[in-house]
């Protein structure tokens, strides 16, 4: 029988009497609930997110299998929600095989480039078989919710007063913003000794010292602790921190250790400190949490396409 006529779909005939299997390329998703990038056990799957092929501009959900492959080299690249709000929402922690290939976590460049065939020819008189590969990948990802904080406009009206005064008293709330390297806008020490004096001292904080708008941050993100509102284990998204970890992901109690010790350092950070903008990239987190803009999901969040 000569090659040209064979009916399997597995196979097809080329110029020049080569015959080419087919590849098949499959892609699936996790959800990275701890945000470090490995599919730990217990991370779920996630169905119905869009991935593209090229060349060929092939988009299928997932979980996505791409057949029939001629031999080559391919990229897949992750879909970018279109729902309000959910583009910004969602992070790629992960994209690869057996090892990542993250350079950034953005949606927009999590590309992956593989090639869905073994170099191997097998040599058949008159016959070269060319065999295609069967691969996998997969990519990673997690998403951004509320958390739990309350803002400084909480913690500085009657109802955060009510809250630090849950057990009749505030001075176990005082006592613990007192131990705390908190500053004030020159740089000096913050130990409030009342509720009056600690939300003037939260109304008026301003940025002029970087230390000082820090300060006010931790303070109200340790009465959330505190409070139990949030939990020091949550995940946020925490970039330039020294606690984040390569994706830019820390929990809260270790941003709070480490704003408090940078604190206890530099007291006072004006325009031109060196130390600066790290403080900011600290406070940022803590406002954003906060502000309950930050905090990982423990579960996937809604996306649509």
Same mark, same amino acid.
């Given at each position: 029988?000569?090659?040209?006529?064979?009916? #399997?779909?597995?196979?097809? $005939?080329?110029?020049?009497?080569?015959?080419?299997?087919? !590849?098949?390329? %499959?892609?699936?998703?996790?959800?990275?609930?701890? &945000?470090?990038?490995?599919?730990? &056990?217990? =991370? $779920?799957?996630?169905?119905?997110?869009?991935?593209?092929?090229?060349?060929?501009?092939?988009?299928?959900?997932?979980?996505?299998?791409?057949?029939?492959?001629?031999?080559?080299?391919?990229? $897949?690249?992750?879909?970018?929600? %279109?729902?309000?709000?959910?583009?910004?929402?969602?992070?790629?922690?992960?994209? !690869?095989?057996?090892? !990542?290939?993250? &350079?950034?976590?953005?949606?927009?460049?999590?590309?992956?480039?593989?090639?869905?065939? +073994?170099?191997?020819?097998?040599?058949?008189?008159?016959?070269?078989?060319?065999?295609?590969?069967? =691969?996998?990948?997969?990519?990673?990802? /997690?998403?951004?919710? !509320?958390?739990?904080?309350?803002?400084?406009?909480?913690?500085?009206?009657?109802?955060?007063?009510?809250?630090?005064?849950?057990?009749? %008293?505030?001075?176990? @709330?005082? &006592?613990?913003?007192?131990?705390?390297?908190?500053?004030? @806008?020159?740089?000096?020490?913050?130990?409030?000794?009342? #509720?009056?004096?600690?939300?003037?001292?939260?109304?008026?904080?301003?940025?002029?010292?970087? *230390?000082?708008?820090?300060?006010?941050?931790?303070? *109200?993100? @340790?009465?959330? /602790?505190?409070?139990?509102? /949030?939990?020091?284990?949550?995940?946020?998204?925490?970039?330039?921190?020294?606690?984040?970890?390569?994706?830019?992901?820390? +929990?809260?109690?270790?941003?709070?250790? @480490?704003?408090?010790? =940078?604190?206890?350092?530099?007291?006072? +950070?004006?325009?031109?400190?060196?130390?600066?903008? #790290?403080?900011?990239?600290?406070?940022?987190?803590?406002?954003?949490?906060?502000?309950?803009?930050?905090? /990982?999901?423990?579960?996937?969040?809604?996306?649509?396409?």
């Amino acid at each position: 029988m000569n090659p040209r006529d064979c009916k #399997y779909d597995n196979f097809k $005939v080329r110029t020049g009497d080569i015959l080419v299997q087919y !590849g098949t390329l %499959t892609v699936d998703k996790f959800y990275d609930a701890n &945000a470090n990038g490995i599919q730990d &056990a217990g =991370e $779920v799957l996630i169905a119905g997110w869009d991935m593209t092929l090229n060349p060929g501009a092939w988009t299928l959900p997932t979980p996505a299998s791409f057949t029939l492959l001629d031999p080559g080299t391919y990229s $897949v690249t992750e879909g970018v929600p %279109t729902g309000p709000g959910e583009a910004a929402a969602w992070f790629i922690t992960y994209k !690869g095989g057996s090892s !990542g290939l993250l &350079a950034d976590n953005l949606l927009a460049g999590s590309i992956i480039r593989l090639s869905v065939a +073994t170099a191997a020819q097998l040599t058949i008189p008159n016959i070269s078989v060319v065999a295609a590969g069967s =691969e996998s990948r997969l990519f990673g990802n /997690v998403c951004l919710a !509320g958390g739990g904080g309350h803002t400084l406009g909480f913690w500085s009206n009657k109802n955060g007063q009510a809250t630090m005064n849950d057990g009749g %008293t505030l001075a176990p @709330e005082l &006592a613990l913003l007192s131990a705390r390297n908190l500053r004030n @806008e020159n740089g000096t020490n913050f130990d409030p000794a009342t #509720y009056t004096q600690f939300r003037n001292w939260l109304l008026a904080g301003n940025a002029t010292n970087m *230390a000082y708008m820090l300060s006010v941050q931790l303070s *109200a993100m @340790e009465l959330n /602790v505190e409070a139990t509102f /949030v939990s020091s284990g949550a995940v946020i998204y925490a970039p330039g921190t020294t606690s984040a970890n390569s994706l830019g992901f820390a +929990t809260v109690g270790a941003v709070m250790a @480490e704003a408090n010790t =940078e604190l206890g350092l530099h007291g006072l +950070t004006l325009d031109g400190s060196a130390f600066r903008s #790290y403080q900011e990239a600290l406070k940022n987190a803590l406002d954003n949490a906060n502000n309950n803009l930050n905090f /990982v999901s423990s579960v996937p969040c809604g996306f649509t396409f």
